[in-house]
């Protein structure tokens, strides 16, 4: 590479590295794994050693840790948090052994620790008086975040310690973690919701701890497991690690269960290679082994080095599978938001023990800092055991005949034009009518946690765009059973079972529908914040961006993208579409308790010209009433609209209150007109 490349590959190489970290640490939406982060920044480091001249104090490998998020309140640690050495054979793990005992010779009699080294993410708890004061993320392991709130909704997190005998003050480190099998479900319903997937569960650990809301944090179901006490004041009675892991229990922690005390290395040795074989059976995602000298002693006097590692203390990793296989192609999927999503082709390869034929390569820059080409020999990883994983070309096995994968200019789906806005990654088709994002817009509006409507999948929502029957989502709610049956493997009762379920997603709460609309950035937690923020999809759409990003957990970008999505015309009257269709526009607690029509019970009979009569049931409801089926002698009044029914007859009889669509309006005092549905 001549300089001019080099200097060239190293500003593509920071600026992935840039945008990977702000993605992991500022959006919580981690977007490279790490074994691919790793890659990048190593090739960066080599290629600012060997090219000090190109070295520069912004680049990002000269940065320490990472910055806390602005958005959480920062949290100075007592201690500074340690890290670990990694040992990645058994010669490295003899190596750091045989420093220590040069160290101290007392370490060649020592015992040692072993603890399956669980993939999640550190935590810090100030304990005083037996009491938590404090949790905290590591941050830079000088300044977390502090998530005192989101940590107590973990039950492994003792509020108040049991027994006495513990340091007055103390900080206790920990990690915390999403079981296997919670990371499994939570990305199936990512995916469902057409987000990301996270790609390990330590990034997912991470993220939810980091969540504004409590009750997000509470929903993702994380786990604690403590391995470490730091005394401020008082002192520790346990003399060895083992002691402490027994002290954290009695206190009412939980520790690693599968730890073991080994009387030396030959020992270590060989539980090393157990647990190696244990990995894949593991309910959690373990990146290897953390061996401990076991006396307390020994390990204050070993101390630590550069301020960051215990020298007593070493991970011994586990290197993750790898494939060697071809790049067959690369392709673009439209999302729902437009973003156009590269994805890599495979030659199907044996990988942990399924067959990989694709993996997602991110973005355009990702594509291009990796610097894999249509042909080459590349390697593959499968991160957190889960997503795979293109880590980058076998450029020694190049032919000349790789191609350049040229990022399209025009969306693949409609032929438009694309866009990069400034500041984004993300390469998008912006036409509204774009096929394939109305195609995965109503995937997405359809999924579990947005309008979960059963029995309506890809493949029936593809059926229905080509048939023509719907458009987009609020087509949805005119469908009929009759025109179902018309289309392949519909039968009669599963067109009806269909309908149902179409009908029954109109009660979904605000969140859901408002997540479903697939507005850029707001995901399902910040959909709960603007729904319980607002109420009513009318409040969201008439708040300005100041007062949307001045609610705790939603930001400036967010804030815009939702101005930006109500102040289009097309995006309103879909909204009045929806509404006219009988959707929930209001959140039910939004109810005006206080309303006009406070107490009041309401019969509805006949049509109405103006609303359909699940949206007259709303409005009653908002203003505080309530509607009921039929009439009884606690009916104080009945609206009638046109053809009534025998409700009619029965409010006469009773002589219960008989208003008409007019005066109920009236009474609602609306400004309803004909065509503007709910709003
Ligand atoms: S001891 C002084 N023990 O691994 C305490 N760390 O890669 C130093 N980890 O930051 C850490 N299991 O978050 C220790 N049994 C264990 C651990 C463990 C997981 C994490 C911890 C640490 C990271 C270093």
Redesign the pocket.
Same mark, same amino acid.
């Given at each position: 590479m001549s300089h001019g490349e080099i200097a060239e590959r190293i500003r593509l190489l920071r600026k992935v590295i840039q945008e990977a970290n702000q993605a992991y640490y500022e959006l919580d939406e981690p977007e490279l794994s790490d074994a691919e982060y790793d890659r990048l920044f190593r090739e960066l480091q080599d290629l600012e050693a060997s090219h000090p001249n190109l070295l520069t104090p912004d680049s990002p490998t000269q940065r320490v840790g990472s910055a806390p998020a602005e958005a959480l309140h920062k949290h100075t640690h007592l201690r500074p948090?340690?890290?670990?050495a990694?040992a990645f054979s058994h010669d490295e793990l003899m190596a750091w052994a045989e420093r220590n005992i040069r160290l101290n010779p007392d370490v060649a009699t020592a015992d040692y620790t072993t =603890? @399956?080294? @669980?993939? %999640? +993410? +550190?935590v810090s708890l100030t304990y005083e008086e037996g009491k938590l004061v404090t949790g905290a993320s /590591?941050g830079n392991g000088v300044v977390g975040e502090n998530v005192t709130t989101n940590l107590k909704t973990i039950e492994d997190v003792p509020l108040v310690l049991r027994g006495e005998s513990y340091p007055t003050l103390m900080e206790i /480190? %920990? =990690?915390v973690y999403i079981p296997l099998e919670t990371f499994v479900h939570l990305n199936r319903e990512r995916e469902e919701a057409g987000d990301p997937p996270l790609a390990n569960p330590r990034n997912a650990a991470a993220g939810s701890l980091r969540q504004l809301d409590p009750a997000m944090t509470r929903a993702r179901r994380l786990r604690m497991?403590a391995?470490?006490v =730091?005394p401020l004041r008082g002192s520790l009675a346990a003399t060895t690690h083992h002691e402490v892991l027994t002290q954290l229990v009695q206190w009412g922690f939980r520790v690693?269960s599968h730890?073991r005390l080994h009387a030396n290395l030959e020992e270590v040795r060989k539980r090393i290679s157990e647990v190696e074989s244990m990995l894949s059976s593991l309910p959690f995602a373990a990146d290897g082994v953390?061996i401990?000298v076991n006396p307390r002693n020994l390990q204050e006097d070993l101390g630590v080095v550069g301020g960051r =590692?215990?020298r007593w +203390?070493i +991970?011994r990793k586990f290197a993750p599978d790898v494939a060697i296989t071809r790049l067959l192609d690369v392709k673009i999927n439209v999302g729902r938001t437009g973003a156009l999503n590269p994805w890599a082709v495979l030659e199907p390869v044996e990988l942990g023990g399924v067959t990989v034929s694709s993996a997602t390569l991110h973005n355009q820059d990702v594509v291009s800092a990796k610097d894999v080409r249509i042909g080459d020999w590349v390697e593959v990883v499968r991160a957190g055991e889960v997503i795979p994983q293109v880590l980058g070309p076998l450029r020694d096995r190049r032919d000349g005949s790789e191609r350049i994968f040229e990022f399209p200019r025009v969306c693949p789906a409609c032929s438009m034009p694309v866009e990069r806005p400034p500041d984004e990654v993300m390469v998008y088709c912006v036409n509204p009518r774009c096929p394939g994002r109305i195609y995965e817009g109503i995937v997405h509006f359809a999924s579990r946690s947005a309008m979960d409507i059963r029995g309506l999948g890809a493949e029936r929502i593809r059926q229905l765009l080509d048939a023509g029957l719907v458009k987009d989502v609020s087509d949805l709610y005119r469908l009929t059973p009759a025109q179902l049956v018309q289309l392949e493997r519909f039968a009669e009762l599963s067109a009806e079972q269909l309908v149902a379920a179409i009908e029954a997603s109109k009660n979904r709460p605000l969140s859901c529908l408002l997540f479903g609309l697939g507005i850029r950035h707001v995901g399902k937690s910040v959909a709960v914040l603007l729904a319980r923020h607002f109420g009513t999809m009318e409040g969201l759409g008439a708040a300005n961006r100041e007062t949307i990003s001045a609610i705790p957990g939603v930001g400036p970008v967010i804030a815009e993208a939702v101005t930006d999505w109500f102040g289009d015309p097309d995006h309103r009257a879909l909204l009045t579409r929806l509404g006219a269709q009988g959707l929930l526009l209001s959140e039910p607690d939004a109810v005006e308790r206080d309303g006009a029509l406070k107490g009041k019970t309401y019969v509805l009979t006949g049509s109405m010209e103006t609303m359909t009569r699940d949206q007259a049931r709303q409005h009653i409801e908002r203003a505080g009433g309530r509607v009921v089926g039929g009439v009884t002698g606690k009916t104080d009044t009945l609206v009638a609209g046109h053809d009534p029914g025998s409700k009619l007859d029965a409010a006469r009889k009773r002589g219960i209150e008989i208003i008409d669509e007019a005066e109920l309006r009236r009474r609602l005092a609306l400004t309803l007109t004909t065509d503007d549905g709910a709003r």
């Open positions: 948090m340690l890290s670990l990694n =603890e @399956i080294k @669980i993939d %999640g +993410a +550190a /590591r /480190r %920990g =990690e497991l391995f470490h =730091e690693e730890h953390v401990k =590692e215990p +203390a +991970a």
